[in-house]
């Protein structure tokens, strides 16, 4: 931040009188205001200003140094905390108090991330989750080069620009070939995009979804049942293997368990020995009755 010095003209004088005590003015000093003079006296009285730290008048000899309408004595101007002379240096200012900037570093400025030391007033600060870093320190971990507001990927707290992250650590997609950046599904130990994994059937993306495997190929429940499930003997709907269901299989016919009955009284012979009949299957009971 900077300040300006208010110092009016003073000279010998020339003019006639003082524009406010009219005593005479010849030989001696003077200060102009607006074009008029005034004797030294008369001037300090009438238009100096108070020095924010001592509170004396800043008289016409004396330089008058202000800042957003505040004014000091040069020997009044200094760092609030350590009192070291802010003339002609940088300073910051806090809550209306003048620092300079070491002061004003170890009171409020951020400290890097990286190298822990402070980010001094002026420097560019770079802001990443939630944290500070001197603009020299935010570099990609692998080669060095300044991140900037460029694409970024962290791991394990080190920051990486989007190259580097792919060449050291990314999986690529078992399916299309590119880089997995985030997510992803692992299926038969190989990485996929979540929009990659699909059903080989209807291409239905399966990620989160009940599937099935068949010769190391995803299917949906849907796809699966229709291209291979065996149909069950009584409803002819597919037997699928999802919910660990129980199946029941006698020469070249399967049943759904539930569906394991007896054709004529509907008893269920899951565990029971059977007779058939043509296509019908018969509990003894029934079969040595017919």
Same mark, same amino acid.
């Given at each position: 931040?900077?300040?300006?010095?208010?110092?009016?003209?003073?000279?010998?004088?020339?003019?006639?009188?003082?524009?406010?005590?009219?005593?005479?003015?010849?030989?001696?000093?003077?200060?102009?205001?607006?074009?008029?003079?005034?004797?030294?006296?008369?001037?300090?009285?009438?238009?100096?200003?108070?020095?924010?730290?001592?509170?004396?008048?800043?008289?016409?000899?004396?330089?008058?140094?202000?800042?957003?309408?505040?004014?000091?004595?040069?020997?009044?101007?200094?760092?609030?905390?350590?009192?070291?002379?802010?003339?002609?240096?940088?300073?910051?200012?806090?809550?209306?108090?003048?620092?300079?900037?070491?002061?004003?570093?170890?009171?409020?400025?951020?400290?890097?991330?990286?190298?822990?030391?402070?980010?001094?007033?002026?420097?560019?600060?770079?802001?990443?989750?939630?944290?500070?870093?001197?603009?020299?320190?935010?570099?990609?971990?692998?080669?060095?080069?300044?991140?900037?507001?460029?694409?970024?990927?962290?791991?394990?707290?080190?920051?990486?620009?989007?190259?580097?992250?792919?060449?050291?650590?990314?999986?690529?997609?078992?399916?299309?070939?590119?880089?997995?950046?985030?997510?992803?599904?692992?299926?038969?130990?190989?990485? &996929? $995009?979540? %929009? @990659? /994994?699909? +059903?080989?059937? #209807?291409?239905?993306? *399966?990620? =989160? !979804?009940?599937?099935?495997?068949?010769?190391?190929?995803?299917?949906?429940?849907?796809?699966?049942?229709?291209?291979?499930?065996?149909?069950?003997?009584?409803?002819?709907?597919?037997?699928?293997?999802?919910?660990?269901?129980?199946?029941?299989?006698?020469?070249?016919?399967? &049943? $759904?368990? %539930? @569906? /394991?009955? +007896?054709?004529? #009284?509907?008893?269920? *012979?899951? =565990? !029971?020995?059977?007779?058939?009949?043509?296509?019908?299957?018969?509990?003894?009971?029934?079969?040595?009755?017919?």
């Amino acid at each position: 931040m900077t300040y300006h010095m208010e110092n009016p003209t003073r000279m010998t004088s020339n003019h006639t009188d003082c524009h406010y005590c009219l005593q005479s003015l010849r030989g001696r000093k003077y200060a102009l205001r607006e074009e008029n003079a005034y004797c030294v006296t008369c001037y300090d009285s009438l238009f100096a200003n108070p020095c924010e730290e001592c509170k004396k008048p800043i008289e016409c000899d004396s330089k008058d140094l202000a800042y957003k309408g505040r004014h000091w004595h040069e020997e009044c101007f200094k760092c609030a905390k350590c009192s070291c002379s802010l003339v002609e240096k940088p300073f910051a200012a806090k809550d209306e108090v003048l620092l300079c900037t070491e002061c004003y570093s170890d009171e409020y400025s951020s400290k890097c991330f990286h190298c822990q030391k402070t980010i001094m007033p002026g420097s560019r600060k770079m802001e990443f989750q939630g944290s500070s870093w001197h603009e020299s320190c935010f570099v990609c971990q692998y080669c060095r080069q300044p991140l900037g507001t460029k694409p970024l990927i962290t791991k394990d707290n080190e920051n990486y620009c989007v190259p580097c992250f792919e060449k050291q650590f990314a999986h690529h997609c078992y399916s299309c070939k590119k880089v997995i950046t985030s997510g992803g599904v692992t299926y038969h130990d190989q990485p &996929w $995009h979540k %929009e @990659c /994994f699909v +059903c080989t059937g #209807c291409k239905t993306q *399966l990620s =989160g !979804q009940r599937f099935i495997s068949k010769d190391e190929y995803p299917y949906c429940v849907d796809c699966f049942s229709k291209l291979y499930a065996k149909k069950c003997a009584a409803c002819k709907k597919p037997i699928t293997a999802l919910g660990c269901a129980k199946f029941i299989s006698f020469e070249d016919r399967q &049943w $759904h368990g %539930e @569906c /394991f009955n +007896c054709a004529k #009284c509907s008893v269920s *012979l899951v =565990g !029971q020995g059977f007779l058939t009949r043509q296509d019908d299957i018969l509990c003894h009971e029934c079969g040595s009755a017919s």
